[in-house]
């Protein structure tokens, strides 16, 4: 459990009383040492160091061979690095330690991820769906048909009714039109007169009833023209209106638009048309299905995130406009992905981990560059293999105590370096002083 301590005889562990067991020294390079001492200094140092390629932006990123890089695209370069530069040290454990650990491992495999993404939204009006009522001519809001806003209203409803001169000039030109005795008073055919009382906004019905009484009206119906909840109501009983006064607007909430955020790394298999689920707090334990419509050509600048427009139907306006929601959207499989079950992650602030079970007790971290995270597996896109075992239960405490020994070895190899004269006794020293500020930390 704490491989600082090392004797040159049996005993127990001052640290935790366990036995001490046997090690053996590592071998000595294959390469003869007449060999070697025919190299020169960096001749012999290339034999050690492998060609490796590794990006530039992600150095976790190394590969044995030229390509890019799997996350920013960027091409990888050449490095030369010592095999063993990077590597965690290993963990022994005795079947014992293991058992009261509760080490549990797991294979790496291949198989199919289904692509989503979870994120958050807000309903918004569908923008296609809104209707902006303005008069058609200068004049008077004689009467008012609603109280305020919010009311609901079916397409065709009277809203107000409006006294403007400018439409009642055009409905005696339609009568005249009409009027067989008076062709020398017409300015224009009937057809015309029909048509410039349609431009004005008068519906058919009453152009019908004026030509059928054969009287001009005062007042003309202002209509909702299409169903749904009236939203801004800027008109009032006796208001002075001009063509660019905005009377009304209806937005129809049968169906709603809903705004997600995702991130930039999230986006490259985003398309139009993908399938979404959404749910809100107002109403747990329903969801609403809804579709991908548009993907926005450009990136928040401060948040780096891309804003997709989703699609919901709405037919009972459960659904409320600035209301939050829970989205999912749906992709299509992944085939024939490496991946491990995301327990085994170990996720510090400057990489991701995972344990490799060596077999013999024998344990050792290992970075991994991970993608997509789905149901409870993570994807794997470089540092493990098909097959090789990982722990997925227990491996925080036997990675902490590799990184006690790499702590340890640091410590080793700089102070080994500080006096070339320093024999036996004072590599002996050095371990005593670990062995005691290892027993003084767990105390």
């Not at 085939?335 to 024998?362: F, Q, Y």
């Amino acid at each position: 459990m704490h491989p600082q301590i090392v004797k040159d005889e049996p005993g127990s562990c001052p640290i935790c009383g366990m036995d001490l067991v046997e090690k053996t020294p590592d071998p000595v390079p294959s390469e003869s040492l007449a060999a070697a001492a025919d190299d020169t200094a960096m001749e012999h140092a290339k034999k050690h160091l492998d060609p490796k390629y590794v990006c530039p932006m992600h150095p976790q990123i190394v590969k044995d061979e030229p390509g890019t890089c799997p996350i920013c695209g960027m091409d990888l370069v050449e490095k030369m690095m010592d095999p063993m530069t990077g590597k965690h040290p290993e963990v022994a454990l005795t079947p014992a330690v293991i058992q009261t650990l509760g080490v549990r491992t797991a294979s790496v495999e291949r198989g199919t991820l289904w692509k989503y993404i979870k994120t958050v939204g807000r309903v918004e009006y569908d923008e296609t769906r809104l209707a902006h009522v303005h008069p058609r001519a200068e004049g008077w809001i004689e009467s008012l048909s609603l109280r305020a806003e919010g009311e609901p209203v079916a397409a065709g409803q009277q809203l107000a009714e409006l006294y403007a001169p400018e439409i009642l000039s055009a409905q005696v030109d339609f009568l005249l039109a009409q009027d067989r005795n008076a062709a020398d008073q017409r300015r224009v055919s009937a057809d015309k007169a029909r048509n410039i009382l349609r431009l004005l906004a008068v519906p058919d019905d009453v152009i019908r009833e004026i030509e059928r009484t054969g009287e001009a009206r005062n007042r003309i119906p202002v209509r909702a023209p299409i169903g749904g909840i009236v939203t801004q109501m800027e008109a009032r009983d006796g208001m002075y209106v001009t063509e660019a006064s905005e009377l009304f607007t209806i937005a129809d909430l049968s169906q709603v638009w809903v705004m997600v955020d995702i991130y930039e790394h999230q986006i490259d298999w985003l398309a139009e048309g993908l399938s979404a689920e959404m749910t809100v707090p107002a109403r747990p334990g329903r969801t609403w299905e809804g579709t991908v419509d548009y993907l926005y050509p450009e990136l928040d600048p401060e948040t780096r995130t891309l804003r997709v427009r989703l699609v919901f139907e709405n037919p009972d306006l459960v659904l409320k406009p600035n209301m939050f929601a829970d989205v999912v959207i749906y992709g299509g499989p992944k085939r024939e992905v490496l991946k491990i079950p995301a327990e085994a992650l170990i996720v510090t602030g400057e990489r991701e981990s995972v344990v490799m079970a060596l077999g013999d007790g024998r344990f050792q971290p290992v970075d991994v560059v991970t993608g997509m995270q789905r149901a409870g597996e993570v994807e794997i896109l470089s540092g493990l293999e098909e097959g090789e075992e990982i722990v997925v239960s227990g491996q925080f405490l036997i990675d902490s105590e590799s990184n006690l020994q790499a702590s340890f070895r640091r410590m080793s190899d700089a102070g080994g370096s500080g006096d070339d004269g320093a024999g036996a006794g004072g590599d002996s020293g050095a371990g005593g002083e670990m062995a005691a500020g290892g027993a003084h930390a767990h105390h």
